[in-house]
């Protein structure tokens, strides 16, 4: 079922930019909590409400909804199904997982987090747009509320928030083979957030017979990318760059991000080329 909070809600100063915004519908999953003093859930909304503005609408009213609870929990997927099936347990205190790969597949559909806890005088958004967990993200942005001034994402493209993505992968034979370098792309950030008209600029690896597979990753990943809608388009320019590092675990990989333009990918192989069999 999905739940619509109002078309509109007035905020008072200092809480939202505009004086009215619109609520996102969403759909509850699982709720873990509902008494008297607390409620904690799991929800989901489209994608492409997961933007700074929408998101504090959207606490604000689900502050109005459970006024008289304590404490408020939310997790905010971009999937009803994972909203519905995702245990987060197995990643903070709770037993192992059966299927880790699908719990890892819902997990990254979490992409927002609300919380209100009186007891701490603490209000606040955090927006993922990847490696999620109920302890936050390395690259998400949190919002403190009620919110002062502009917002600026840790993740941003010509001041679009970046609001989802796949996670990166180093290919495997890339890095049996010690294979290191660096691809550009091209493309429009379209006024929906999805990328579109992707094209490779420019590639170069160590070792060339192993460049498609780092092209081909690259490609695969940038189009998974989700920018908050706006009413124009952007271009858009990412170099990823892919670095053998042995200081990581064994088939460990690492990403650093330097937006708007740069993304560093580091990997280990789990044994090198000469010395795998």
Known sequence: MWILLGTCLAFGIGTCAFAECRVPQYRVGIVW??????????????????????????????????RDREYIGILIFSSYSAAKHCDPAPYGD????????????????????????????EEYLEIMPFRA???????????????????????????????????FSYPADALKAGASGTVTLTGTISQDGSVNGIK?????????????????????????W???????????????????????????????????DQVVIRGSPLCYESACR
């Open 133 to 167: 967990s109920v302890n936050g993200g390395p690259w998400g942005t949190r919002i403190d509320l009620p919110r002062v001034g502009p917002l600026q994402c840790r993740l941003e493209v010509n001041r679009r928030c970046l609001l989802a993505l796949s996670d």
């Open 94 to 121: 709770g037993p192992a997982v059966k299927d880790l790969d699908r719990a890892q597949s819902y997990l990254g559909q979490l992409h927002a987090k609300y919380t209100y806890d009186a007891s701490k005088h």
């Open 33 to 66: 909590e509902d008494s008297k003093s607390k409620i904690v859930m799991q929800i989901s909304i489209r994608v492409e409400d997961f933007s700074p503005d929408r998101m504090v609408c959207l606490a604000d009213a689900l502050k109005r909804r459970y």
């Open 200 to 224: 490779v600029s420019d590639a170069f690896t160590n070792q060339g017979h192993e460049k498609d597979l780092l092209v081909n990753e690259a490609l695969h990943n940038l189009k998974t």
């Open 226 to 260: 989700r920018f908050e809608v706006a009413e124009h388009q952007d271009t858009v320019r990412i170099t990823y760059r892919y670095a053998i590092d042995t200081s990581l675990g064994a088939g460990a990989t690492d990403v650093e991000f330097a937006l708007p």
